[in-house]
């Protein structure tokens, strides 16, 4: 895998057969091989994970795949934001090795029918609006282990439940992958970054800072003592439904382990949040009481 001469050139794949020969190669050789899986149309969330990995292995993976299964009938599969070109100039300026771009047909070839479900943690929050979604996410997340065989895999704790399910996945089949989870990256006015922003009117936009906006408040009240879940979440939602182009799909505290809800603060707990801003749904939390359990 030498970048030779002038050209600094990153190598695209389209091939799972490919991409599982190079895989093989550099494992053989004695490289760290990092994965950093995302659905392209990258923004600096992205990109930080990128970054990590960089720091922590030789070879850099990053796969960009627009994971059918993990989006219901009526989601926006169609409308995702894709541009490789964009994503590979974005992903060869952080010096990432290997673009991993698989076609829908390499991934569930004609007869596909596996599939992995992580299953109480799949249920609550985002699994309840989105039947289907995890087991999407965690059959996929699986299958690019399987391809890629990286030495860890890098994952962002904006989306928090889907990080855990990652986790509790390779434990229970005892995947040979260290899972490490990376802090949220924020636009300068507190939006955590994420692909769907690129949906927002600028009236959406100004409308979807009410979701940082509330979160800070919530943590607020806990650092001035409030531990009961009622106010904290009706803080929340007061905030958000200050906003004509709003609409709350969930609130709700939760352990920040198990994801079941909980009446009040006890040492820690996750506040986190689904939202539709006009026809776009945004996601977004806080782990009140720390760090919570997914960094490092
Ligand atoms: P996606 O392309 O949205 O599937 O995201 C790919 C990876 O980037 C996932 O591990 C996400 O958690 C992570 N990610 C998405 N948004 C952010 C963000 N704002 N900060 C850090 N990581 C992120």
């Not at 943690?121 to 997340?141: D, E, K």
């Not at 955590?192 to 959406?204: G, I, V």
């Not at 182009?245 to 352990?255: A, P, S």
Request: proline letters at 5%; aromatic letters at 6%; a neutral charge.
């Amino acid at each position: 895998l030498s970048r030779g001469g002038a050209l600094l050139s990153m190598r695209v794949i389209r091939a799972v057969g490919e991409m599982r020969q190079l895989a093989e190669e550099i494992r053989s050789a004695g490289r760290r091989l990092a994965l950093v899986p995302t659905m392209g149309w990258f923004h600096e969330g992205h990109l930080s994970l990128m970054r990590e990995a960089r720091r922590r292995a030789d070879v850099v993976v990053v796969s960009v795949f627009v994971n059918p299964i993990q989006f219901g009938p009526r989601e926006d599969y169609d409308r995702y934001p894709r541009d490789l070109e964009r994503d590979r100039r974005l992903a060869e300026g952080v010096g990432v090795d290997v673009l991993f771009a698989p076609s829908v047909e390499e991934m569930y070839p004609r007869g596909y029918q596996t599939f992995v479900e992580v299953a109480e943690l799949s249920r609550p929050l985002c699994g309840q609006a989105r039947p289907g979604h995890f087991r999407g996410v965690a059959t996929v997340v699986l299958k690019l282990f399987n391809i890629v065989r990286p030495h860890l895999a890098i994952f962002g704790q904006k989306d928090y439940q889907q990080l855990l399910i990652v986790r509790r996945m390779v434990e229970d089949l005892n995947l040979d992958v260290e899972v490490v989870g990376m802090p949220t990256v924020r636009e300068p006015d507190g939006l955590a970054a994420s692909s769907r922003n690129s949906y927002l009117s600028p009236a959406e936009r100004r409308a979807a800072l009410s979701i940082p906006r509330a979160l800070q408040r919530a943590q607020r009240l806990y650092q001035e003592g409030t531990r009961e879940a009622r106010p904290l979440l009706k803080e929340v939602r007061r905030t958000i439904e200050a906003e004509d182009l709003t609409e709350i799909e969930y609130v709700r505290l939760c352990d920040p382990q198990t994801l079941q809800e909980v009446e009040r603060v006890d040492r820690q707990a996750l506040l986190a949040l689904a939202v539709w801003v006009g026809t776009t749904r945004l996601i977004d939390h806080v782990i009140l009481g720390g760090e919570g359990p997914c960094s490092g």
